[in-house]
């Protein structure tokens, strides 16, 4: 069954309209349910969120659970802040290995109205926590294919219950093949070699620089990539080579439409691995 992520700032109303959504589909689906999010894993938001270790360290645990619980007969609500695009894609992956539809809600509240809000929440993230991952959120957009199908509710706006269960239940575009039939389908002759070449060059790019001279923060513009890596901290050379070989399997599953768009893809890819180290 589907995967629902929900994402916005602190105290967004994220939780309000994931458990809306609940409530829609039991009662008018009669859909089994489950909502994860901090408070259901028994998790203090406050404590989750502290730094950037126990922040990792809590996306993690997220995800696993995600993972755990996708299956046939359960809807996946993530209510989270889920605020890195490298995340979501990793979470778009889970949902497409599984085989189930997957769609985004996007809560797009001022960050005003939510601070108001952050500081009548109580176990909620308030003060600094606030202003330091509501600065960090990474919207969500339509074009991105793990971004897509993308719900944006906005203030005083109505949860789109009716809408979202029409993707996600009843959605005929969802392909019902096997992943393995679907790919060898898709799959240009020269892919595979493509697929080596191009993310060869990013990790022998990303090497060269370090070794240059490493600073905190310095960028890598690669060869055929529009966007560029932003570098938090020296990567090896054997963690590199375990998260190329961590996206080739991701690219087995869930293969990008044009050759061109590898590049772009495996450094979306390490943004969200990077946040693992």
Not at 81 to 106: D, M, W
Not at 253 to 273: H, K, M, R, Y
């Amino acid at each position: 069954m589907p995967l629902v992520v929900f994402c916005g700032i602190p105290s967004s109303g994220k939780t309000t309209r994931a458990l809306e959504l609940k409530a829609y589909l039991e009662e008018k689906h009669k859909s089994t349910v489950i909502i994860l999010n901090e408070e259901n894993l028994n998790l203090v938001k406050t404590e989750a969120y502290k730094d950037y270790t126990a922040e990792k360290m809590t996306r993690a645990f997220l995800k696993s659970n995600v993972e755990k619980n996708v299956n046939k007969n359960t809807v996946v609500i993530l209510d989270s802040l889920n605020y890195i695009k490298g995340y979501r894609y990793e979470l778009f992956c889970l949902a497409r290995s599984a085989q189930t539809p997957h769609c985004v809600v996007y809560m797009d509240i001022s960050r005003e109205t939510a601070r108001a809000y952050s500081e009548k929440n109580e176990g909620g993230l308030v003060g600094d926590l606030f202003e330091d991952y509501a600065g960090r959120m990474e919207v969500p957009n339509q074009k991105n294919r793990w971004d897509s199908p993308l719900f944006q509710v906005r203030e005083g706006e109505q949860t789109p219950c009716e809408e979202i269960t029409r993707v996600i239940l009843f959605d005929e575009k969802t392909s019902k093949d096997p992943v393995s039939t679907k790919l060898e389908a898709k799959l240009p002759t020269n892919f595979a070699f493509e697929l080596e070449k191009r993310v060869q060059n990013i990790i022998e790019a990303i090497n060269d620089k370090q070794n240059s001279m490493f600073t905190k923060g310095m960028t890598v513009q690669c060869e055929g990539c529009s966007k560029k890596l932003v570098l938090h901290q020296n990567v090896s050379l054997i963690e590199l080579k375990k998260f190329k070989k961590e996206f080739f399997n991701m690219m087995k599953l869930n293969p990008v439409q044009n050759i061109n768009e590898i590049g772009d893809s495996f450094i979306t890819f390490l943004e969200a691995a990077f946040q693992r180290l």
